[in-house]
């Protein structure tokens, strides 16, 4: 949870200060999306070994919002390389 915090933090501060689209940025979305997507997975499943898709929805979602603001930083940073030549 310390490494998951301090890379939100990071990110936070990256946003802070515009520069999300750097390439560091938008893998630190999507890693910390990937771990949200993991959680979701591991809550979703009971002890009896059957799947409960409402358990998991909440983290799901929050990691859907890192996986789109790391396709949105993509989208920015390519827009931008575009438009310099």
Not at 4 to 24: C, P, Q, Y
Not at 50 to 73: D, Q
Request: hydrophobic share 50%.
């Amino acid at each position: 949870m310390f490494l998951i915090g301090t890379m939100i933090f990071s990110l936070k501060d990256a946003a802070e200060r515009d520069r999300l689209t750097g390439t560091t940025f938008i893998q630190l979305n999507r890693l910390v999306g990937a771990w949200a997507v993991a959680v979701a997975a591991g809550q979703m499943v009971t002890v009896e070994s059957r799947v409960v898709l409402g358990r998991g929805v909440e983290m799901a979602g929050f990691g859907a919002w890192f996986f789109l603001k790391a396709w949105k930083s993509v989208r920015e940073k390519n827009n931008t390389v575009a438009g310099s030549d």
